[in-house]
């Protein structure tokens, strides 16, 4: 089990949490013109790599903030959680 | 019965009190402190079973969790229990255990047989034959595979002990009571830190308990004991025994399990029989101690051969000879420890030594003491079957290749020592990495990846002094990172033997023309030629190997094997042991209780029930539940003899006919609430929003970006920057974190919040011709004519002073409204419906009429709106706004949901309007068609329908508007039937939803 730092709680057990996603993905603006590619790219497409990742969690049983957690998916290392709207 | 190996009066067990146990059925005495395992030696009692492919006789081979055989079924409290360790499991008045793995008895057992065809069981055997040919597998191969094997058997019955979980967090965690246990735990907790310490078995002490040492001016035993009471009294301690740590998880988490009430003949009332601790530990300290290796010669598995160290515990902690014409073969100096023993409880054992003549502390003392050695020595060959008669020894070479004249002397036991392996399982758990210690020639921990030092003999230290100054400077320095102190404490003096190399050697060479089995594993009986053979088909990694071979697997983990295995490659492919490696650590370390990981998660526990206010009252008007997530719901209210159809007939007629009133607080509600509430809503329904009055609800669908429909539910406007939100029952949860997503990530210019109100509100649907009647009495200062609240109109009145919401939408098709109060008031509203609905025939009824009458009106809900049905299939085409962008709207366009054939929603009716249709039936047009029939759809819903007395049902089949008035079949293969039907629309009840607006 994960111990994930909410950016807003600090640091808690992962069964407080849900798993979010890629969050390097970003939803294309509303009302714009896109190509069936890009939007599958945003749908459907993820790269699911061995490493570092950056993904979205959501604290549920907690603040219900969503957040950002650089994670290694292979060895399960945090590097850093982030507000959803700060980069690395 | 007397104990005729029991020693007069040595060990640490209680003479006093006399424990009487059974075992395969004869009674048997034993003493408080006693393991099972002690207590059979102590009777003379070493066939335990029969090993697990060839069935042979097996004894013991170790003293606790070292011993890979000593498996048997224990009865206890009427409740059996498999995969027992005998060596573990401690003696308690009326213990009853059974061998397994024999049939019919462990003394003759049919599957002996295959130990004397073995030469048809080699490695392999079982993906080599029972492949083929396939159809043999079930009929045949698999019914005789679990007859003749497993470690026992499990029961059917209900597992009714209690098991709990527990949650805690330290400073450091310390795996282990020995010495360096004991040292890291007293120097750190000296230090004001927050200190677990765990101990496997019932007595703290690890090694101090059997050694010959002096700390400070006590004996290792006098010194683990005062350091374990001094433990135990500090506030910052927790000391646990009977406490195997079994994980090493991510993010220093480590589960333990503690067994509480195991020793005892039942489990106190209101106490668990294991407790699993989940630990989150700052600083772990691996103190796990070393296991004593086998030496590998000829029948090298005959009951009466066991490791010496484990021959020195009985002796030194249970008071118990393992024979009385001991044989002892060793490679080092730890063995001449249990000869000594042997020699002062008045035995005389003869030591076989591999090593060319040397001398030691220890060596020393047993040669004045007059015991015999022979070095150069070793066992080629153990006889007996059920229990070791005699030896044939030999001399061997230096080079440990040729053996001497075969000699042979009697004994009845064989203490084998080949040296120590670290016990790295944790370590190696943790993601740490290993390295190969030539000194040792064993694996130790080295480059750490998570927070945990390893110390004493589990990292490669096996002398005192050393463990006791390297544990009390680990204890005190992982300490200081956490608290910041220096209190730091003195090492105690240490007076040990020294001990003089040992000897690499771990394998005896077979003679001329003899083709003993030499067993490597013994709970997975693989011996020395299953390797070679596996080696020779040409496996050549250490993982594949493992599994051709099962060297390693199951139950014990290759606790004795693993080393002696690796040796073995490493020999024949010509590689050092690192070259080779080692197969990957895996929790758990010891087999865990599924009911321990379950804890007290079961039944009704295993998840919350949540019920409405109104709850009692359902309950003492007969209803009868059903879950809807974590609610309980009311299904249908039973009167007298009345089942379900009755019943959820009953209900429904009366709503189409008078009136009846439905509980639906379980519904989710989520406040919408901000400046941009309403353009949220506008992005989140694809109907549009951006107008809707206050005071005025609206029918909303919402979609996922892949297009698939989300849910659905009616949104009111309460104020201008105020909206309620109602989802389904079953998406509430999942409807709110995508809205916090898209507001916190997406959107996070809306200034916009939503917080859950589910549990805020509790709700009653009237509904009904005569609902209108019995709402004005309710509200009779409020306008309730269809123009002072007309359809999808919404007011906040008070009924009868209590604050109330009235919103006028139907799920029913009938003229409904849903009431809403504070859920403290919920009671007390349905009260007041139910009494003053009297009049007007009222009926409370449950989620099947509510399912009834919705899917006789054709309105969709989860079984159609599945997880795989855009808004075309489902009929909802008419809320998508053409004007703006929504969630999900790009995906619509995909070619596959615009194709004509794409499967939409109908009616479906049977032509005898007489046969229900089971839900999930295949809608197809032939019913004798060859198989695979192809299929058009299938059935979502079924009711009988109140309005026109027939059964009904919603189906979603290709290309469906389409397909009214055409006659198919419905077929179910699971209940056999093959229904002719006619496909109708999916509104069979008003259609122009006239009713809602009357
Ligand atoms: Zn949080």
Known sequence: MLFIKCPYCGIRSQNEFAYGGDATVKRPELNKEISDKEWDDFVYNRKSPRGKHLEFWHHISGCRQWFKVHRDTATHEIFKTLKPHEEL | MTQEFRLKDEGLIDRSKKISFKFNGKKYFGYEGDTLASALIANGVHLVGRSFKYHRPRGFYGVGVDDPYALVQLIRNNETIPNIKATEQELFEGLEAKSVNCWPNVNFDIGGINNFLRIFLPAGFYYKTFMWPKSFWYRIYEPFIRKAAGFGVVTHEHDKERYEHKYEYCDLLVTGSGPSGLASAYSAAKNGAKVILAEDKPRFGGSLLTSEVTIGNQTGKEWADKIVTELKEMPNVVVKNRAQVFGYYDHNMLVMSERISEHMPKTEKFMPKQKLWYIRAKEVVISSGSIERPIVFGNNDTPGILLSSAAKE???VYGVLVGKKPLIFTNNDSAYETAIEFKKNGINPIVLDSRKELNSDLITEAKNLGIDIKFEHVVVNANG??????????????????????????????????????????????????????????????????????????????????????????????SKKITSKENKLSVPAVVEKKNSKHDKFWCVPLPKGKKYKRFLDFQNDVAVSDIELALREGYRSIEHVKRYTTLG???????????????????????????????????????????????REVGKHSKPTRKSPMHSWHEKNNAVFVDAGLWLRPRYYKKGNETLFDASKREAENVRKNVGVCDVTTLGKIDVKGPDAAEFLNRVYTNAWLKLPVGKARYGVMLREDGIVMDDGTTTRVSENHYHMTT???????????????????????????VSTTEQWAGAAIAGPKSRDLLQKLFPETDCSNEGLPFMGFIETKLFGVYARIFRISFSGELAYEVNVESDNGNFMWEKIIELGEEFKIQPYGTEALSTLRIEMGHVAGSELDGRTTPFDSSLEGLLSKKKDFIGKRSLQKEAFISPDREKLVGVVPLDKKTSIPEGSYIVRDANAKLPNPKLGHVSASCWSVEYNNPFSLAIIKDGKNMIGQKLFALSPLKKKSIPVEIVSSHYVDPKGERVRS
């Not at chain 2, 390295?435 to 020639?441: L, Q, S, T």
């Not at chain 2, 490696?581 to 379950?598: D, E, K, L, N, Q």
């Not at chain 2, 389904?728 to 939503?754: D, F, G, K």
């Open chain 2, 314 to 316: 009985y002796m030194k």
């Open chain 2, 385 to 478: 079957y059920r229990k070791v008669k005699s030896a044939d020894i030999a001399k061997i070479s230096e080079d440990k290749t040729n053996l001497g004249k075969i000699e042979n002397i009697a004994c009845d036991c064989i203490c084998v020592s080949g040296f120590w392996t670290p016990t790295i399982h944790l370590a190696s758990q943790s993601g740490g990495k290993t390295k190969f210690n030539e000194d040792i020639d064993a694996f130790i921990p080295s480059q750490s990846k998570q927070n945990e030092t390893t110390v004493g003999s589990a990292n490669g230290i096996f002398n005192l002094n050393d463990t006791l100054k390297n544990s009390f400077e680990a204890g005190y320095e992982l």
């Open chain 2, 553 to 599: 697997m199951a139950t014990d983990q290759g606790k004795t094997s693993n080393l002696n295995g690796l040796q073995l490659v490493s020999n024949i492919e010509n590689k050092v042991v690192p070259e080779v490696g080692h197969t990957t650590f895996r929790p758990p370390y010891t087999p865990v209780s599924i009911g321990a990981i379950v804890g």
């Open chain 2, 728 to 754: 389904t029952t079953a998406q509430a949860a999942n409807v709110l974190s995508h809205l916090e997503y898209y507001l916190q990530i997406v959107w996070p210019e809306l200034n916009v919040n939503v």
